[in-house]
């Protein structure tokens, strides 16, 4: 029982329990019948105890084959990420990295990791999948990415978080705009036009959470999923945006627009870099996520 299980042994006995026929085991891993029943006898023998129920032609796992099951799989599974992680280190690696971030962080963030993670990793394939915060978090959880750059959801209990930079909210409006000057009191709002990000992302919840809290009913709202849109319709006056001024630093910079703090209260917001905690981080995940730590550093400061 101190012995390590043999990993053919744990291969055969997977197989089998998904398959349910020593047959069809035997086609799957190019093995005879008898092979596999060696196989699993071994396996039995190694164990004390009885992994299958033979009825007839299928074989059904006895509530100990249940339970080896379980860890099976995950040890299966944590040796090809080990085959995964080893390959990476070979000279010239290949793979395919799918990355999920918001617009903000695609437009902000993604160029410059991009352009070193190419110098250590350029046979890397990327797949740049754009989104929301809530719908780039669904499709970690379903498999759909392997690294996501988003914003800080409330619930992190299936996340490997790594924290980039905290931001903060601000009113960005058009020099000429009556705020750029003075500052707005709470009956300014009703008259205003604001400019947001897509309902469906968190920004928007928490703009949408501030008017409520100041029980504040805009007179109209546009919505937008492109930052740089946004920052076009403040330009030419069309309205007020809630963004953050590092996202408009050059526009800030060169007198396009002018940052408020916001009446009465603040919102801010923490940036993530995260894969999913049940999943073990490959050595170019590492590399990604320790670039978008370098590059944050500065926004941070912004």
Known sequence: MDHLLDSRQLRAFTVLAREGSFTQAGRVLHLTQSAISHAIKSLEAELGCQLFHRLGRRALPTPHGRELLR????????????????????????????????????????????????????????????????????????????????????????????????????????????????????????????ILLSRNSLTFQLVSDYFMKLNIKPKSIIELGNPGGITELVKVGVGVAIGAPWTNRAELASG????????????????????LKDKPITLVEQTLIGLCEDVSISLGAA
């Not at 990793?121 to 780039?136: H, K, M, N, Q």
């Not at 396009?256 to 917001?269: D, G, H």
């Open 71 to 194: 860890h099976a799989e995950m040890i299966q599974k944590q040796m090809g990420q080990a085959r995964i992680s080893l390959g990476a280190l070979d000279k010239n690696p290949r793979g395919h990295l799918r990355i999920g971030c918001t617009p903000s962080a695609s437009q902000f963030i993604l160029p410059t990791v991009l352009r070193e993670f190419k110098d250590s990793f350029p046979l890397y394939s990327i797949t740049v999948v754009p989104g929301e915060t809530p719908d780039i978090l669904t499709a970690l959880e379903a498999g759909g990415v392997d690294v996501a750059i988003t914003l800080k959801p409330v619930d992190t209990t299936r996340l490997n978080v790594r924290p980039l930079f905290q931001d903060e909210l601000m009113f960005l409006v058009s020099p000429l705009h009556p705020w750029a000057t003075q500052p707005p009191k709470q009956a300014d709002f009703a008259q205003q036009t604001f």
């Open 256 to 275: 396009e627009l002018v940052a408020v703090p916001l009446l009465r209260s603040r919102i801010k917001r923490q940036w993530i870099a995260t894969c």
